[in-house]
């Protein structure tokens, strides 16, 4: 019974960690370099089209929470989203 607990106990910390993924243990490189942007509607767009070419990263989301909040936004639409990606694109 002791051994059946251990071996649980095991593998309920081996799946947090395959979900959690490397994400819990490092920050995302792009949302890094995001929050390195010069202002508040730079880094959103950043994270805007870092979240288009990966919209499962959840660090990334996280990212654009708290730039949103710095920004002095109380939230930010999904026209909004994709206007601020095309901007920090280059697109007109």
């Given at each position: 019974?002791?051994?059946?607990?251990?071996?649980l106990?095991?593998?309920?910390?081996?799946?947090?960690?395959?979900?959690?993924?490397?994400?819990?243990r490092?920050?995302?490189?792009?949302?890094?370099a995001c929050?390195?942007?010069?202002?508040?509607d730079?880094?959103i767009g950043?994270?805007?089209?870092?979240i288009?070419?990966?919209?499962?990263?959840?660090a990334?989301?996280?990212?654009?929470?708290?730039?949103?909040?710095?920004?002095?936004?109380?939230?930010?639409t999904?026209a909004?989203?994709?206007?601020?990606?095309?901007?920090?694109?280059?697109?007109?």
């Amino acid at each position: 019974m002791r051994y059946y607990l251990i071996g649980l106990l095991i593998a309920i910390v081996f799946d947090a960690a395959v979900i959690a993924g490397p994400e819990s243990r490092a920050g995302d490189p792009r949302a890094v370099a995001c929050a390195q942007q010069e202002s508040p509607d730079a880094e959103i767009g950043c994270l805007a089209r870092a979240i288009q070419l990966d919209p499962y990263r959840r660090a990334l989301w996280v990212a654009l929470d708290r730039a949103v909040a710095r920004s002095g936004r109380a939230t930010i639409t999904d026209a909004e989203l994709t206007r601020a990606a095309l901007k920090f694109r280059g697109v007109p």
